[in-house]
């Protein structure tokens, strides 16, 4: 979810330079894996072991996602995320598009683990209980020029997975060279849980450049590459698969507002609107039958398909039920006669004018117009990690035992 919120979020001086920059990075990367892509690999056969409770015990957590799940991998390859983002739950700025934690946050503590580091945060992180590949403005198609200009990420969902070919035998050659600190167990990669949160983006920039037609028509074709991306991660040795389909985007408050003072015809009771939902929704049809089959083609995975879109929805549509205000209002930034992006200032009139946090974070879904706030993804996530919204219906603690 990256959009007009984070478009504004780059100073017009700095585009031509953040732009030769971010070429430079995504060179580098398919440079420098390379060689390791071309490698031959062997796959590791997975033995989870299990808690007295019969749970599964994941040493690690691989990821691979947009700004939904990013922990830090676009703050720290292209510009760090100001606050507030990050003050309700770190108090500081953690690189997270909220102002707390993130859903990947809340597994991590839900199966015991760390928090899982961006795999391009290289100050502080720890690898050890697996890597986040996400950044935000990610798209599982690769992205064009048109969306490269409108501040979509070039770290495509085949990008991260070129990613974590290059770590996972990086870290193999190092351990075998006696090098352990920080990295994970070579065995680990076939015992860890593989989430997967991307799509959206595929979908919002297509709302941006073709008609709703055409973006419905790209579905198939979006869906079959996020389906090969599992059989790769598949043959690298991953079995326990956790795959977020995507959310409400007719109801993202920036583009609904937007939309709905042009074109109120479009948008239902609640201000949400009605097309992008319905192909959204179109969307992850497609991507839980591709789920299906993959089950049936590789043998031994374990693929958990989470309806997100339910969830989400359910918040929006019982908001006020559940203590939170209009979920079409935001909390952080400002908008009006002009827009000032959460964290960021600007000057009217020879006055500087802030985006800054309102008084009560918790009372909103929607954090900064575009992304939830901590405490929608604590809800969120409360109602997904024990299975209620997963087919087939189990909780994310025993994510790696195949369905009977």
Same mark, same amino acid.
């Given at each position: 979810?990256?959009?007009?919120?984070?478009?504004?979020?780059?100073?017009?001086?700095?585009?031509?330079?953040?732009?030769?920059?971010?070429?430079?990075? &995504?060179?580098?990367?398919?440079?420098?894996?390379?060689? %390791?892509?071309?490698?031959?690999?062997?796959? $590791?056969?997975?033995?989870?072991?299990?808690?007295?409770?019969?749970?599964?015990?994941?040493?690690?957590?691989?990821?691979?996602?947009?700004?939904? !799940?990013?922990?830090?991998?676009?703050?720290?390859?292209?510009?760090? #995320?100001?606050?507030?983002?990050?003050?309700?739950?770190?108090?500081? !700025? !953690?690189?997270?598009?909220?102002?707390?934690?993130?859903?990947?946050?809340?597994?991590?503590?839900?199966?015991?683990?760390?928090?899982? %580091?961006?795999?391009?945060?290289?100050?502080?992180?720890?690898?050890?209980?697996?890597?986040?590949?996400?950044?935000?403005?990610?798209?599982?198609?690769?992205?064009?020029?048109?969306?490269?200009?409108?501040?979509?990420?070039?770290?495509?969902?085949? &990008?991260?997975?070129?990613?974590?070919?290059?770590?996972?035998?990086?870290?193999?050659?190092?351990?075998?060279?006696?090098?352990?600190?920080?990295?994970? #167990?070579?065995?680990?990669?076939?015992?860890?849980?593989?989430?997967?949160?991307?799509?959206?983006?595929?979908?919002?920039?297509?709302?941006?450049?073709?008609?709703?037609? *055409?973006?419905?028509?790209?579905?198939?074709?979006?869906?079959?590459?996020?389906?090969?991306? &599992?059989?790769?991660?598949?043959?690298?040795?991953?079995?326990?698969?956790?795959?977020?389909?995507?959310?409400?985007?007719?109801?993202?408050?920036?583009?609904?507002?937007?939309?709905?003072?042009?074109?109120?015809?479009?948008?239902?009771?609640?201000?949400?609107?009605?097309?992008? @939902? $319905?192909?959204?929704?179109?969307?992850?049809?497609?991507?839980?039958?591709?789920?299906?089959?993959?089950?049936?083609?590789?043998?031994?995975?374990?693929?958990?398909?989470?309806?997100?879109?339910?969830?989400?929805?359910?918040?929006?549509?019982?908001?006020? *039920?559940?203590?939170?205000?209009?979920?079409?209002?935001?909390?952080?930034?400002?908008?009006?006669?002009?827009?000032?992006?959460?964290?960021?200032?600007?000057? &009217?009139?020879?006055?500087?004018?802030?985006?800054?946090?309102?008084?009560?974070?918790?009372?909103?879904?929607?954090?900064?117009?575009?992304?939830?706030?901590?405490?929608?993804?604590?809800?969120?996530? @409360?109602?997904?990690?024990?299975?209620?919204?997963?087919?087939?219906?189990?909780?994310?603690?025993?994510?790696?035992?195949?369905?009977?």
């Amino acid at each position: 979810m990256v959009g007009t919120r984070e478009a504004q979020l780059h100073m017009g001086k700095q585009t031509s330079g953040l732009a030769r920059g971010i070429a430079t990075v &995504v060179i580098g990367v398919l440079v420098a894996i390379a060689f %390791s892509v071309l490698m031959p690999r062997k796959t $590791e056969s997975s033995s989870w072991t299990f808690q007295d409770s019969g749970v599964c015990r994941f040493p690690a957590i691989y990821n691979f996602g947009d700004s939904n !799940s990013d922990t830090g991998g676009r703050s720290a390859a292209f510009y760090r #995320l100001p606050l507030p983002y990050g003050s309700s739950f770190f108090g500081k !700025s !953690s690189g997270r598009f909220s102002d707390g934690q993130v859903v990947i946050d809340i597994i991590a503590e839900k199966l015991g683990l760390p928090f899982v %580091s961006a795999y391009l945060d290289s100050v502080g992180s720890d690898y050890r209980h697996g890597a986040n590949f996400a950044t935000g403005g990610s798209t599982i198609q690769p992205i064009d020029g048109r969306a490269f200009d409108a501040r979509f990420s070039p770290i495509s969902l085949d &990008v991260q997975l070129l990613q974590f070919q290059q770590f996972k035998a990086r870290t193999n050659e190092l351990f075998s060279n006696g090098v352990k600190s920080r990295l994970p #167990l070579p065995g680990d990669f076939s015992k860890a849980l593989y989430t997967l949160d991307i799509g959206q983006n595929d979908l919002h920039a297509g709302f941006k450049f073709m008609t709703e037609e *055409q973006v419905q028509a790209s579905i198939p074709n979006i869906t079959r590459r996020f389906a090969s991306v &599992v059989e790769k991660l598949y043959r690298e040795g991953a079995r326990a698969f956790w795959i977020h389909n995507t959310g409400p985007i007719g109801c993202i408050p920036m583009t609904a507002r937007h939309i709905s003072a042009v074109q109120p015809d479009k948008v239902d009771g609640m201000g949400c609107v009605k097309s992008h @939902n $319905e192909i959204a929704q179109e969307f992850n049809r497609q991507l839980k039958e591709r789920v299906s089959d993959l089950r049936a083609k590789l043998t031994g995975a374990v693929l958990t398909y989470v309806d997100m879109y339910s969830a989400k929805f359910m918040l929006i549509s019982e908001a006020k *039920q559940h203590g939170f205000v209009d979920p079409l209002s935001y909390c952080c930034g400002r908008d009006g006669d002009y827009l000032v992006p959460c964290g960021m200032k600007i000057a &009217v009139d020879g006055v500087e004018v802030s985006g800054d946090s309102c008084s009560d974070p918790s009372r909103h879904v929607s954090w900064d117009g575009i992304h939830y706030s901590h405490a929608a993804n604590l809800w969120i996530a @409360n109602k997904i990690l024990d299975g209620s919204f997963s087919d087939p219906p189990v909780a994310i603690t025993k994510a790696c035992r195949e369905a009977l």
